[in-house]
C-alpha cells in the first residue's frame, strides 16, 4: 500500500511548495495538487515549481477537469511538466467539483461518463504525440512535442458509470467513495468491471481510495476539522443507496454547500456534517482508532491511499495541521 497526498492550494506558493518537500521526506508517492481555478493558486505553476524543489515524490493534478481547461492545454501543460520531472509525472482527471460550482454549474451538468472518457482518449493521443479531433470538427497536436510522453492517467469517479470508465480507460483509477469496506468494495468492484469490459486485467490498475483523513490525540477537535472534507465528499454519487437518514443527511449537505468554502475546515456548510457521515466518509479521530478502521479498508483492494492536507486557518502551529 502506498500512501499519497492531496493539497487544496489556497496558501502562499512558497508554503505550498515547503508542504510537498515535508511530504517528500514523509515518504508519501505522490503529491495531489487541486484544480480549482477560482479557489486555488493556479495549478501549473504550482506544479512546476514544486517539481523544481522535489526530486523524488510524484506530482500530478488531483483531479483537473475538462470544462475549465481545454483537453490540448493541459496535454501540453503537462507535457512541460515532464520536462521538469521526468518519470515522476502523473494526471488525475474528473468532470469537475467546485471549479464547475463556481462558475454556476452543477454537477450533474458536468459529471458525465461520456466527457471523462473523451478526455481520457484526446489525452493519450496527445501526448503519444498523434492527433485529436476537437469540438470544433478539426484534428489538433501537440507540434513542439519531440517525443511521446509516458504520464499515467488516472481517472477520478464515485458513481457506477465514472467507476467503470476510469476501469476501462485510466492506467489507474481515483475512488472517491466512503472509507466504509462495504461501499469500497463495490466501487473497486465497478472499476473492474469496466477494466474486464476492455479485456484489461482488473489487477494491473493502480487503484487510489481518495479518503479525508484527520488525526490526532484530540479526539474531537480531528473529527471537526474533517468535516469540510466530508461536506466535500458528500456531493458525489455512491455506487451503492444508503440508508434513508444517510442520505437525508448527505442532501442537506449538498443543498448547503458553498464551493468558495470548498473543503475547508471552518466552512458554514460542516455544520450540517453529522457523527455518522464522518464515520462513513472520513478516517478521523485518534491514532488507535483511526489505525483500525484503516486496517479495516485495506481489504477492500486498493493499492494506494490518498488524503487531503489542509492546514486549519485558525492556528498556525503544527497542532492545527492534519493529513
Known sequence: ???????????????????????????YDTAWITDSHLVCRELWVTLAACATATSRIRLGPGVTVPHSRHVSVTASAIAT????????????????????????????????????????????????GGATRFDTGIEGRLAWLDAPRVIPIYLAGSGPRMLETAGRLGDGAIVYA????????????????GARAAGRDPAALDV?????????RDRERARDHARGRVASACRHPLPVRLSDEDETAIRR??????????ATPASRHRTLVTERLVDLMALAGTPPTSRRRWVGSQTCG???????????????SPRGRRF
Not at 253 to 262: F, K, M, P, S, T
Open 1 to 27: 500500500m502506498k500512501f499519497d497526498v492531496a493539497i487544496l492550494a489556497t496558501e502562499p506558493l512558497p508554503d505550498v511548495v515547503r508542504q510537498v518537500q515535508l511530504a517528500e521526506r514523509l515518504g
Open 253 to 262: 449537505v449538498r443543498e448547503a454547500y458553498d464551493a468558495y468554502e470548498h
Open 208 to 216: 487510489a481510495l481518495w479518503a479525508p483523513m484527520s488525526i490526532g
Open 81 to 128: 511538466l515532464h520536462d521538469l520531472a521526468a518519470g515522476r509525472v502523473v494526471i488525475g482527471v474528473g468532470t469537475g467539483g467546485s471549479s464547475a460550482q463556481t462558475m454556476g454549474l452543477s454537477l450533474a451538468q458536468v459529471g458525465r461518463a461520456e466527457t471523462l472518457a473523451r478526455t481520457a482518449i484526446a489525452l493519450r493521443a496527445l501526448l503519444a
Open 178 to 193: 466512503t472509507v466504509s469496506p462495504d461501499v469500497v468494495r463495490v466501487a473497486i468492484e465497478h472499476v473492474a468491471v
Open 302 to 316: 486498493a493499492s494506494r491511499a490518498s488524503s487531503p492536507f489542509r492546514r486549519h486557518r485558525a492556528s498556525a
